[in-house]
T-cell receptor
Framework: AQSVAQPEDQVNVAEGNPLTVKCTYS??????LFWYVQYPNRGLQFLLK??????LVKGSYGFEAEFNKSQTSFHLKKPSALVSDSALYFC???????????????FGGGTRLMVKP | ETGVTQTPRHLVMGMTNKKSLKCEQH?????MYWYKQSAKKPLELMFV???????ENNSVPSRFSPECPNSSHLFLHLHTLQPEDSALYLC??????????????FGPGTRLTVT
């Protein structure tokens, strides 16, 4: 079984400050990890993913995420937040050992990021 | 903008109505998905079609019926819905397959209200 947790319902940060949105996961084997962002009245947009290789993954809009196997975490980060980054962020995981057809992801509950001017 | 379109964008229906949601992807993907997004609940995967094989979530009530006539189109047929079915229904597509690790591309969703 696979699961993912986003412990914070909301994160508040001032514009220009660094931001972190937390994600922890649980899988039987090796994880594939994803971050998505959802702006109001829109579908989810892919930000970045970790499959293998460097633990620090760079994605769209200046976001990056750090894979930490010992802590089973995949926190999303950005050095300097923008007001336009305000949105709902979802972490997702797929277990490498999953044998189901398709690309079956399990999503976290989402974290609302509020960036204030 | 993402290559996945959904119609209608908004739908209000009574509990005795029958309606259908439509999704179309122009990305050449071979897997398509229906998700339900409710307030204060994680995104719920409802159905997956991959390489024309349906993978079904057994907890989805039979009043929801998917149809995938080809790799570009996906429908969700609705009948005798309940008010608790009111939600945002999202369609997504990706390159699929058993070893697929490809990101999913989402449509803008259909906001469904059941009265």
């Amino acid at each position: 079984a696979q699961s993912v947790a986003q412990p914070e319902d909301q994160v508040n940060v001032a514009e220009g400050n660094p931001l972190t949105v937390k994600c922890t996961y649980s899988v039987s084997g090796n994880p594939y990890l994803f971050w998505y962002v959802q702006y109001p009245n829109r579908g989810l947009q892919f930000l970045l993913k970790y499959i293998t290789g460097d633990n620090l993954v760079k994605g769209s809009y200046g976001f990056e995420a750090e894979f930490n196997k010992s802590q089973t975490s995949f926190h999303l980060k950005k050095p300097s937040a923008l007001v336009s980054d305000s949105a709902l962020y979802f972490c997702a995981v797929r277990d490498l050992q999953s044998v189901n057809a398709g690309n079956m992801l399990t999503f976290g509950g989402g974290t609302r990021l509020m960036v204030k001017p | 903008e993402t290559g996945v379109t959904q119609t209608p964008r908004h739908l209000v229906m009574g509990m005795t109505n029958k309606k259908s949601l439509k999704c179309e992807q122009h990305l050449g993907h071979n897997a398509m998905y229906w998700y339900k997004q409710s307030a204060k609940k994680p995104l719920e995967l409802m159905f997956v079609y991959s390489l024309e094989e349906r993978v079904e979530n057994n907890s989805v009530p039979s009043r929801f019926s998917p149809e995938c006539p080809n790799s570009s189109h996906l429908f969700l047929h609705l009948h005798t819905l309940q008010p608790e079915d009111s939600a945002l229904y999202l369609c997504a597509s990706s390159h699929g397959g058993l070893a697929g690790v490809n990101e999913q591309y989402f449509g803008p969703g259909t906001r469904l209200t059941v009265t």
